[in-house]
C-alpha cells in the first residue's frame, strides 16, 4: 500500500514553542550561568511533539466509498475510513485531491469521528460541477497525539474516476412522471383529439367549439351542424441544438450555463419521445462537434443522454453561420429547431440572426435563452460612487441591447423564451406542448 506518512508539529505545539521563546530568554538574561535550561527547554518541547505524534499510532489503510456515476450539480457524499493501528489519536482530518471539474479549486476538506477503537469515518459532500470524466486523485489524513501536540501526516494516491452525466433530477422528479402520465401526450397511448392538423372524425358541434370548424357541407347533408374534429400530429422532428461556446461555458450560480440547457433540452426531449416526436441533439462551437441520429421512442432516451454528456466546453467564440448551416443541410423535412445559446455583443449576435433567419425559412425555430441576472442585478443597484454609476448604466446599455436583438428574433418569426435559469426547463416544456397541440411543427 502506497502510504507515506511524516510528523509534524500542530498549531497547539508552535504556541507552546513560542510561549517557551521568552521563558528562555529570561532565564538567559538573569541566570546566565544557567544559560543551557534553555536549550533544553526547547528540546523537552520537540521531545513532547514526537512522543505525542508516536502515541497517535499509525495507519493501516484508507479507503473512499464513491458513486462512479454522479449528475452534475447533484451532491453526493465521499465516505472516508481510514483504520489506525493502535494508538490514542486526538482528531483526525482529511483532505481529498481532484481536477476542479469535481470540487471547487480541486480540494475538499474535511474531519473524521471514531466508529470505534481503530476506525474513524466521515464524508465530505461532492457536488460535481461539470460534465465528463473526473477523477479523485489523492487522499490526505492528519491526526494527533492525545495532547495535541504532535501530528503524523500520510497521503495515499486513490486514482478513482468519476463520470459526470447531464442533471436528469426534472425526468425523474414524480411531478413530470404525473403530468406525462395524465396529459393529453402522455404515456397512455391514445389518439389526441383537438387542436391539430390531421383530419381524425366528425363531431355533433357543441357550444364553446370553434366556429371555424364547422364541415358546412356534412351539416347542410344532414340538418345538423358537426364539427371537424383533428389529431394532434406525431412522428415531428425536434433538433435540440446547443451552443457549446465561451459565452455557454460561463457559470450562473455555480454551474456552466450550457449544463443548465442540457438539462432544460434533455427534459423536453424525453417529453417528446413519450408523445410519439423524434429527437436529435447537436452541439457546436467554433464548428459543429455533435449531430446524433433521431431517436423514435423512449427506450433510446439514454444513448441521448450519453451524447449529451459528451458535449465538451469550448472557450472559443461560436460559428453560427457554419454549425447552422450544416444542420439544414442534415435536415430533409420541417422540423422544430431548438437553439440554446447567450451573445455578449452586437457583432455576435448580428451573426447569430442572420444564421438563425437563414434556418427559420424552412423549420420551425425556438430561441431560449438564461436571463443575465448579473447584468440585472448591476443595472437595477442605487449607485453611490461615480464607478458604480458608470456599470449601472454600462449595464442598462448591455440590457438594452440584448432586448433589442430579442425583439429581432421575434420580428424574424422566431419564438424567443428568455427566463431565469430555474426556469428555462418548464418554459420550454410548456412552450413544447403548445406547439404541438397547435399542429405547427409539421
Known sequence: ???????????????LMAAAAPLALLIAVLMPARWAM??????????????????????????????????VGAPKPVRIVARFSRGLQRAVECALASEARLFPAGRALGTLGPADAATWTGEIALT?????????EQVWLRWTGPMGLGARQASRVMERPVRVWPNLAPVRSPALQAFLRNAEVGLIARR???EGTMFEALAEFQPGMDKRRIDWKSSARHAHLYAKE?????????????????????P?????????AVTAGLTTAYAALKSGDKVALFGFAAQPMLF??????????HRLQVAAAGLDYQPQEPNFTLALATLAGQLKRRSMVVVFSDFTDPTSAQLMIESIGRLTARHLVLFVTMNDEELVGIAAEDPVAVGQLAMAVSADGLLRQRALVLVTLRQMGVQVIEAPYAEIGTRLLDRYLQIKRRGAIG
Open 128 to 136: 460535481p460541477q461539470r460534465r465528463g470524466m473526473g477523477e479523485i
Open 1 to 15: 500500500m502506497n502510504i507515506r506518512t511524516a510528523l509534524v508539529p500542530t498549531g497547539r505545539a508552535a504556541l
Open 230 to 250: 383533428y389529431e394532434a400530429e406525431r412522428n415531428n422532428q425536434i433538433v435540440f441544438a446547443f451552443d457549446c461556446g465561451q459565452a455557454m461555458c460561463e
Open 38 to 71: 534553555a536549550p533544553l527547554l526547547g528540546t523537552a518541547v520537540l521531545v513532547l511533539i514526537v512522543i505525542d505524534a508516536l502515541l497517535a499510532g499509525s495507519l493501516r489503510s484508507v479507503s473512499l466509498d464513491l458513486a462512479e456515476d454522479m449528475e
Open 252 to 260: 450562473v450560480d455555480g454551474q456552466a450555463r450550457i449544463d443548465r
Open 292 to 301: 446524433t441520429p433521431f431517436a423514435s421512442d423512449a427506450r433510446q432516451f
Open 192 to 194: 389526441i383529439r383537438g
